[in-house]
């Protein structure tokens, strides 16, 4: 199961507790002329809305609409008693036909595309107020907050913007929040630390700013607080620690910096914490050896260093260890595959030049996802690993392959499997070795080092390569087809080749997921270039081949495509990668969103390349930073277009002066040539004889 599945169930089921109490659901249709409020279970009336109610709930309906929509579909009558009507009402039942008032609004996914009216304050008995997943827009009416009876306020998956109104303080009774998934800015109010009895704040997918409110630590009866793909900076408050209730917290995808305060080790009920792709530094806090009940720890993407702890071992439920992209160092602790549970385990890319396999080779037979790709481990593959759903140890100094792979059993009994850049001894193409199936081993190194040095039949100033898409021309620049979808390809021609690695955490790998073209009959060639693009779940290489020595710029074409929709919050998302030219860096946590963009063309990003041995190498990568599983779920790097363009030699002052030099003595010894043929005054000179 997926991460942001795993989070999606695990708050229902915390909310559908309170949905027990107030359970709401679909109807018919509307009729808004009438008041009176029928019975549990009968047609009987035993009371109406105030007049006032009565008034206000129509100006709701016409509010939530606009002009555009029809009228949506409600329960008849418009307010019930019934524990599933959508407008429920609670009566006085002391008087005969008594008055009656709303108490819960339930209107989720009914292609709402109007407002919230301010008016909405005027429900005093309102408990439940379910707007989500419609099309609402403007922002949320700070006339709301005075609704001292509220106990349920969903909002989420709209297109709501604006900030979260100041003061809360006034929805005293209030357990549920969210208002996830819409385009809220500002920064979270101090004020949400007076609604005392909150159990559930959600928060995710928007752009809330500042810092993380200290006074959060007051809700003692907290139990998940996801602030995830926001863009909060500063430390985590250490407040937090005492929040000695609190079951879920998911503070990824921000810009938090700091250590991991070792306050956070209180929280012995922790069952999910999620901190990636943020800035923390710092070592894993000894603390946090208490939080036994922990089911998914994840803290990839940050600059954590020291040694990664043996207390792991301790954490018995543990399901999701999630690691990638830190600075740790030693050996992945052996007690780790001690874990009874353990389904997922990514420890790639920690720039740890000594980690290797534990000694116990056994595995967990609960484990299906194990990385350890870019790091340095050496030897042989375990044989244990055949067990495995899905293994990637791309990118390290391995030499030997288990026996599942050089027998070649079938298919089905081997893990499938990333090898590549390792230093096997595999002497076969990768049309040969595609027998092997879902393992793949090519490139190794050596393939890689004999594919650079290869003799060339001609050499090229240039290249272009259109990533993603066809063959085209734009100018006089001839872009190359690239919509292979294998792990690596060598171009027809034999000038340049790609290779990719890894896998998506929680999307899975197929033609779509690697290459998008257009397919528009009348786009120019340059429209053609900025709707093509290629992905790669974790590292993409190029290869440039049979380029001629010199200096290059080389210019790479970026559009966020994915990250883009309103409709799906994914705008919300951030790709974030490194860059590597010729084997350096030189570009840190590059945000396609952040490069910018000129008028009338894609972004672009130009680097100085020299290259000596006639082949250019380009790498981009993804160090467990951005949007993980944001929808659609497809992280890692994304390119449009290469161009690689030669760069005209300067000359030195020297040859500039033989230059010089050489172009005088020729006009001279020309000249002496001329006149010695007679080309030059030769009448004048035979007139004078």
């Not at 890689?448 to 240039?462: A, G, L, V």
């Not at 001329?674 to 030059?680: D, H, K």
């Amino acid at each position: 199961m997926d991460s942001e599945l795993s989070v999606v169930l695990v708050i229902r089921l915390l909310f559908f507790n309170f949905l027990l109490l107030w359970q709401l659901g679909n109807g018919a249709k509307v009729n808004n002329g009438t008041t009176n409020i029928k019975a549990n279970g009968d047609n009987t009336t035993i009371g109406a809305l105030t007049d006032a109610e009565a008034r206000t709930l129509r100006l709701l309906f016409k509010s939530l609409q606009s002009r555009n929509t029809t009228q949506f579909p409600l329960s008849y009558p418009i307010c019930s008693t019934n524990m599933d009507a959508e407008i429920r009402c609670s009566c006085d039942n002391t008087k005969n036909r008594s008055a009656c008032w709303v108490t819960a609004i339930n209107l989720a996914s009914k292609m709402l595309d109007g407002l919230i009216h301010s008016s909405i304050s005027l429900f005093k008995n309102l408990r439940v107020l379910d707007l989500s997943s419609n099309f609402l827009t403007g922002s949320i009416p700070p006339s709301l907050t005075t609704l001292q009876s509220l106990r349920i306020l969903n909002l989420a998956d709209n297109n709501l913007d604006g900030t979260i109104p100041l003061n809360l303080s006034g929805l005293q009774s209030l357990r549920y929040l969210d208002l996830s998934r819409n385009k809220l800015t500002g920064p979270i109010p101090d004020s949400i630390s007076d609604c005392q009895y909150l159990n559930i704040i959600i928060l995710r997918l928007n752009f809330l700013n500042g810092t993380i409110p200290e006074a959060l630590g007051t809700l003692s009866s907290l139990n998940i607080l996801d602030l995830y793909s926001n863009s909060l900076s500063g430390h985590i408050p250490v407040e937090l620690g005492e929040l000695t209730v609190l079951q879920f917290l998911n503070l990824d995808d921000n810009n938090l910096d700091g250590e991991l305060p070792e306050e956070l080790g209180n929280l012995v009920d922790l069952q999910h914490l999620y901190l990636t792709a943020n800035k923390f530094t710092g070592r894993i806090p000894e603390t946090f050896d208490k939080l036994i009940h922990l089911e998914t720890f994840a803290v990839g993407g940050n600059y954590l260093s020291g040694q990664m702890p043996s207390y792991i071992g301790n954490w018995v439920n543990l399901t999701k260890l999630i690691l990638i992209g830190n600075n740790f160092e030693g050996n992945l602790p052996a007690e780790t595959f001690s874990l009874p549970k353990l389904q997922r385990l990514l420890v790639s890319d920690v720039s740890n030049p000594g980690i290797s396999f534990p000694k116990r080779e056994v595995i967990p037979e609960s484990l299906i996802y194990f990385d350890l790709s870019f790091n340095n481990l050496s030897g042989g593959v375990p044989e244990s690993f055949q067990k495995l759903n899905k293994l990637f140890l791309t990118s390290n100094e391995l030499t030997k392959l288990p026996s599942w792979i050089t027998k070649k059993p079938k298919p089905s009994s081997y893990p499938k499997a990333d090898l590549s850049y390792n230093n096997f001894n595999v002497k076969c193409t990768n049309e040969k070795c595609s027998g092997l199936a879902a393992v793949n081993i090519l490139p190794t190194r050596s393939f890689i080092d004999n594919m650079k040095t290869e003799k060339c039949y001609r050499k090229h100033n240039s290249l272009f390569i259109n990533c993603g898409g066809e063959e085209l021309n734009v100018g006089k620049d001839h872009y190359h087809n690239d919509t292979s979808t294998s792990s690596f390809n060598l171009s027809p021609s034999d000038d340049w080749a790609y290779s990719f690695s890894g896998d998506y955490l929680w999307a899975t790998v197929n033609a779509s997921t690697l290459v998008r073209n257009s397919t528009c009959k009348d786009c120019t060639p340059e429209t053609k270039i900025d709707n093509d693009f290629r992905l790669a779940p974790v590292s993409l290489m190029y290869y440039g081949l049979c380029l001629h020595k010199g200096k290059y710029i080389v210019t790479l074409h970026f559009s966020e495509t994915l990250y883009s929709k309103g409709e799906d919050h994914s705008i919300t998302g951030k790709r974030v990668f490194d860059v590597y030219i010729q084997g350096r860096l030189v570009k840190k946590d590059l945000n396609i969103k952040e490069i910018p963009e000129l008028q009338n063309e894609v972004r672009k990003l130009k680097f100085p390349a020299k290259i000596n041995e006639g082949s250019l190498e380009i790498k981009l990568f993804w160090a467990g930073k951005g949007s993980l599983y944001n929808p659609p779920g497809i992280n890692g790097p994304l390119i449009e277009a290469i161009s690689v363009t030669r760069v005209s030699r300067k000359l030195h002052r020297w040859e500039i002066a033989l230059i010089t030099i050489g172009c005088l003595l020729f006009l001279m010894l020309l000249l002496a040539f001329s006149l010695r043929m007679g080309w030059i005054g030769g009448r004048k000179l035979r007139s004078g004889h």
